[in-house]
């Protein structure tokens, strides 16, 4: 313990033990007396013990019950200790303290001042809270004892007490309680005895149940159950079978007969399936649920086969439930009933078979699967087909299967099948969904672009940007522009990412890949790419100085800024301008998370290099995210130029907003401005 | 029982009003489908699932309009030991529904009595979450409760045993299973990309500590029996009932608290939902200073546990808030989830692209929520059923009971027996009474 200056840390056992033989006589004369003084001083400190003071003596009464683990003599020396704090002269909160550790370190010692305890209405919770659940003749004998003289709600702590400890000798006066007037009383009592739950127990709730007194049906059902559960538990089958029947009875409350028939079929000798199908057959709408999710845990072999029969006459939610309960089981012939399921005429029965499958895998899932996805018409349906397809857990036999099918299929199954290639990665599979990206069949070529770039990447990125750049089709390379873009920015070694664009570049001579090849670079963002694409803004051809353009306004860092600034102060067309003033304006809006005297020296360029109204709102909008006082001197001339005065109070306010606590008074005198006072 | 809390609310009904009128036969008004379905409604009211909240504190009311973002719902009632949050929490669903129908009860037994109640929501301290589950279960409604389930192993059992005695559907709120990101990490483990899983690491924040504070009358407005429940009296402090994550009899601390979403997973990804680890040991635990702090759990500390088979699982209750994380590591790598981001990250990075799917982090508990409605209507179990709860609650409170005995325990999965007598005992705490059921 961190906070100790526990004086009975340093203690030698032997000391505890000499000083427990009350041999203070002595204490001048040996140094250990000085402690046998602590320890004392230490139950009289407890016992005045309140909330809100000091808590150490408690502390150290614990580190105590810790150090006298194995110890007969240190436990008993401390045992003796805690019964003093039963005392009358200690506190509340004292006595308290020392049942909860008599809880864990009592003995049959302690059960005689504890039984004083149990005297008092106040007191005897935590006198219980003291017996815990430690096996004590005496400790249930005290209890028995006091049950006659306690009163309300002492009286059922003692109750219930003797319950959880299963006292059986308590069943003759819980009998007695169990038709006391009070209904709280027999309540408590009638619980207490199915906690005890021996055979005189269950004979006397048994008659209780035949009394039939209202107040008290429910604790009785529950009682019987309890009992039910503890013979079934030791062998008593008859005996357990018998009260569950009763209980099964219609009049019964619903849980209690959900409760005690799937308890019956764990009795049954068929282990439940005869049951179970005759309450499927019967139509009971409270029991049929039960009865269907009892199927994935029937023992019996056949059980399968049994209930994938009975599908047919289920409704079709509850097909839906016996899918679940099939696939729990996850057999062949629940298996075989599930893949069969996926041909039912109900799209929920379907649904819920494609969802099974995935869950419970296997090579042999995938061919029907497939077969589905083929045949499906409804979107969502063919979303959740795939996704079973997609979860199936990746083993060389599945990731097999899966392929096979792509290779045999055409049009838009294959398309379907291909993203249940992204959670499989492998050379083969890379090699598949490369030549799939060649496909001249557009969905299946965007299909493979789109798991190549999630799973693709990597080792296989060179071959990936190698089958991009040979890409003729103008649409299909808009749509898969995307998915390559991901997949850089997906690959974690900077250096060889860079490499295979700036290659790949280097190779291309096809104007429209290059400038493609263009785009991918600041999903990058090396230093070699940075030079790549600086080279490429003088490239002859226009379209790729455009490209390169575009890809510096997307720059990740404030390398781009100068070039950018160039390009805008010096363009070779308009939309050049526009892009640059685009790139330079998101990476001065980025820097605001750290603005300095740098950031607001770019400003000022941007401020004086806008040739129009809508190139300095532009920049304003960047301007207002900056918390810099010299932002404000910056924006507040533009509050006086009608055509940005909108955009410049919007800065403004924003500005003197952030800027308020350290710059109160300049903050203030730019809102009164802003505000035309 | 009579509760004086006052309320303007003529829907504000008292126990024994209750009882009375139930016993007369006189029916409270119960859901009258036409007036509480709303013109727009997809669902018929016989397929709609009426629910009751228990607890309506700073977590109910995060996942409150969750429940009622689902059509197939009706919340109908809701109870509290607190009058302002009752109030409140009807403002908002009667706010929802247009109307006024919802029905406050100070005492959660009342709401259970309703048979019109098919399922209740609790939201309560954590003192309470084993306790109104079994009340809850014994009068046959189906559950949804957040978590910790329970604050002693025994009683995590009794839970489990009442569930199956009653067939009831129960939903614990480790909603983390309903998750795509921890779905995701779980998948990329069990599919070996990472090797053989051989620790699961986890992270949760530091604990609190309270500065002493005397007792002082209860103030009004409260009903402080009913908030202690099934803990034995102990003297109202106001700072004690504010933080009773701090103490063992209400709360348990932060690692038992928080620890059980990661051991939930931990449970989950190496398949031994009905089972558990065998040996657990603490160690760096920094307790609060008892001179200064009347809080009893622990600050900082490292509890570990491992499984028969060799895998270790370790949470580390240390840092902030924002720390917390769970991180399976393997032979070939790791994967880690960051809980207050939903982060995934993991060693080699291209495990990432195979993330297919996307959703919505825990923090929506839709997703748990609509696995729980699915199942009360199948009676097939929940994701997170009592016996999984049970399993993973029982992992951080075995490792709390070898923090506070300060030794390494060895733990019988199957008898759920520790080689401990000591440990034995700190595995069940007497309930007070009524709150026991």
Same mark, same amino acid.
């Given at each position: 313990m961190k906070s100790s200056n526990f004086?009975?840390? @340093?203690?030698?056992p032997q000391t505890i033990a000499t000083l427990a033989l009350g041999s203070i006589l002595f204490a001048s004369m040996r140094p250990a007396t000085a402690q046998a003084a602590d320890l004392s001083q230490l139950t009289a400190a407890v016992a005045k013990?309140?909330? *809100?003071?000091?808590?150490e003596p408690l502390r150290q009464m614990e580190q105590l019950a810790r150090e006298s683990n194995g110890k007969r003599t240190e436990r008993a020396e401390l045992e003796a200790a805690l019964i003093q704090l039963l005392?009358?002269?200690? @506190?509340f909160e004292a006595m308290r303290f020392a049942c909860q550790q008599l809880a864990v370190? *009592?003995?049959?010692?302690?059960v005689p001042a504890l039984a004083r305890l149990l005297q008092a209405n106040e007191t005897i919770g935590i006198a219980c809270l003291a017996f815990g659940n430690r096996p004590s003749a005496k400790a249930d004998q005290a209890l028995r004892a006091a049950l006659p003289v306690a009163r309300d709600k002492g009286r059922r702590q003692i109750i219930s007490t003797l319950g959880n400890r299963r006292d059986a000798q308590a069943v003759r006066p819980l009998a007695l309680l169990a038709r006391d007037a009070d209904a709280a009383v027999a309540e408590t009592a009638i619980l207490a005895l199915g906690e005890i739950a021996s055979e005189p127990a269950a004979k006397v709730i048994a008659e209780l149940r035949k009394e039939a007194n209202p107040a008290c049906q429910r604790a009785a059902a529950d009682a019987s159950l309890r009992c039910a559960g503890q013979f079934a538990k030791t062998g008593k089958a008859k005996a357990a079978a018998g009260i569950y029947e009763e209980l099964f009875? $219609?009049?019964? =409350?619903a849980s209690v007969r959900r409760g005690a028939f799937v308890a019956l079929t764990r009795l049954?000798?068929?282990?439940?399936d005869q049951r179970i199908l005759k309450t499927l057959r019967s139509g009971d709408a409270l029991l049929t649920p039960v009865a269907i999710a009892s199927v994935r845990s029937l023992?019996?072999?056949?059980a399968s086969e049994t209930f994938a029969r009975e599908m047919p006459a289920l409704t079709g939610e509850e097909k839906v439930w016996m899918i679940e309960s099939l696939a729990a089981r996850a057999d062949a012939p629940a298996r075989a009933a599930i893949i069969g399921s996926l041909?039912?005429?109900d799209a929920r029965v379907r649904r819920a078979a494609a969802a099974a499958l995935g869950n419970i895998g *296997?090579? @042999?899932?995938v061919p029907p699967l497939a077969k589905a996805i083929a045949a499906a018409k409804d979107s969502d349906e063919i979303r959740d087909l795939g996704s079973a397809l997609a979860t199936l857990p990746s083993d060389r036999a599945t990731d097999q299967a899966i392929i096979a099918e792509i290779k045999g299929a055409q049009g838009d199954p294959r398309a379907r099948l291909?993203?249940?290639?992204?959670?499989r990665p492998s050379s083969q599979v890379t090699a598949l969904l490369l030549a799939e990206a060649g496909s001249p069949d557009l969905a299946v070529a965007k299909a493979a672009y789109r798991v190549l770039a999630r799973a693709g990447a990597g080792d296989s990125l060179t071959l990936l940007l190698q089958k991009f750049a040979t890409l003729r089709d103008a649409a299909l390379r808009t749509e898969v522009e995307g998915f390559v873009k991901q997949a850089v920015g997906a690959t974690e070694n900077p250096a060889r990412r860079s490499a295979a664009v700036r290659d790949t570049l280097g190779q291309t001579h096809e104007v429209e890949s290059r400038c493609a090849l263009l785009r991918l670079f600041p999903a990058g963002g090396d230093a070699a790419e940075f030079g790549a694409l600086t080279t490429a803004? *003088?490239? @002859?051809?226009p379209r790729v100085r455009d490209a390169a353009v575009g890809a510096l306004a997307e720059w =990740?860092?404030?390398?781009a800024w100068n070039p950018l600034f160039t390009i805008w102060t010096k363009p070779d067309s308009e939309a050049q301008r526009s892009l640059a003033l685009r790139g330079l304006v998101r990476l001065a809006g980025e820097a605001n998370a750290a603005p300095d005297e740098k950031l607001m020296a770019r400003y000022r360029e941007l401020m004086a290099g806008a040739r129009d109204d809508n190139e300095l709102k532009q920049v304003l909008s960047a301007l207002?995210?900056?918390?810099?006082p010299e932002a404000l001197t910056i924006a507040l $001339?533009?509050?006086?130029?009608a055509a940005v005065r909108a955009e410049a109070v919007a800065a403004v306010t924003k500005i003197a907003g952030a800027i308020k606590q350290k710059h109160p008074e300049a903050a203030q005198a730019a809102l009164d401005r802003a505000a035309g006072k | 029982m009579e509760f004086t809390m006052k309320s303007n609310?003529?829907?504000?009904?008292t126990r024994r009003q209750f009882l009375r009128r139930t016993a007369a036969a006189?029916?409270?008004?119960?859901?009258?489908p036409g007036s509480v379905l709303?013109?727009?409604?997809?669902?018929a009211p016989s397929n709609r699932i009426v629910f009751g909240g228990i607890g309506l504190g700073p977590r109910a009311r995060d996942t409150l309009p969750s429940f009622l973002?689902?059509?197939?719902?009706q919340y109908a009632a809701v109870s509290d030991a607190r009058a302002d949050r009752l109030t409140s929490a009807k403002e908002s669903v009667d706010a929802h529904y247009g109307n006024k129908d919802c029905v406050v009860f100070p005492d959660f037994r009342d709401l259970l009595a309703r048979?019109?109640?098919?399922a209740v929501s609790i939201a309560t301290g954590n003192r309470w979450h084993a306790t109104a589950s079994l009340f809850a279960a014994h009068a046959g409604k189906d559950i949804y409760c957040e978590k910790p389930?329970?604050?002693?192993i025994q009683e995590g059992r009794r839970l489990v045993e009442t569930a199956r005695r009653f067939g009831t559907i129960y939903q614990a709120g480790t909603q983390r299973r309903s998750t795509a990101s921890y779905r995701f990490a779980r998948d990329m483990a069990l599919q070996g990309k990472i090797g053989r899983v051989h620790t699961v690491e986890s992270q949760v924040w530091t604990g609190a500590t309270i500065p002493h504070q005397k007792s002082t009358p209860v103030p009004a407005g409260w009903d402080y029996d009913q908030w202690l429940g099934p803990v034995q009296w102990r003297p109202f402090v106001q700072a004690r009932v504010d933080n009773w994550t701090c103490f063992w009899d209400t709360g348990e601390g932060m690692h038992t608290d928080m620890g059980t979403h990661y051991t939930d997973q931990m449970q989950w990804v190496l398949g031994t939902d009905n089972t558990g680890p065998v040996e657990f040991e603490t160690s760096d635990i920094i307790w609060p200073d008892p001179v200064k702090c009347m809080s009893e759990t622990a600050i900082s500390g490292t509890f570990r546990c491992r499984y028969a088979s060799g895998i270790k699982g370790v949470i580390y209750q240390r840092?902030?808030?924002?720390?917390r994380y769970i991180r399976y590591i393997g032979d070939e790598g790791w994967i880690q989830v960051?809980?207050?981001?939903d982060v995934v990250t993991a060693n080699? !990075?291209?495990?990432?692209?195979?993330?297919t799917t996307g959703g919505p982090s825990w923090a929506k508990a839709g997703g748990h929520i609509g696995n729980l409605l699915a199942s009360i209507r199948s009676r097939q179990p929940a994701l997170c059923h009592p016996e999984v709860a049970h399993r993973a609650q029982s992992i951080v409170q075995a490792m709390t009971i070898s923090a506070r005995l300060n030794r390494e325990l060895k733990w019988d999965?199957? !008898?759920?027996?520790?080689?401990d007598e000591a440990a034995n005992r700190m595995m069940w705490r007497e309930s007070r009474v009524p709150w026991c059921v």
């Open positions: 004086v009975f840390l @340093t203690m030698k013990w309140e909330s *809100g003071q000091n808590a005392a009358p002269a200690s @506190t370190v *009592g003995s049959d010692a302690s009875a $219609p009049s019964q =409350p049954d000798q068929d282990g439940g023992r019996s072999a056949a041909n039912s005429s *296997g090579a @042999t899932a291909i993203p249940a290639l992204a959670t803004l *003088g490239d @002859t051809d =990740p860092d404030m390398s207002g995210g900056a918390a810099h $001339p533009l509050l006086d130029k | 609310s003529n829907l504000m009904v006189v029916a409270l008004p119960m859901i009258v709303g013109l727009n409604a997809a669902v973002g689902f059509k197939e719902i048979p019109d109640i098919d389930i329970s604050l002693t840092g902030g808030f924002t720390d960051d809980d207050d981001t080699p !990075r291209s495990i990432l692209n195979l993330k999965p199957v !008898r759920e027996e520790f080689n």
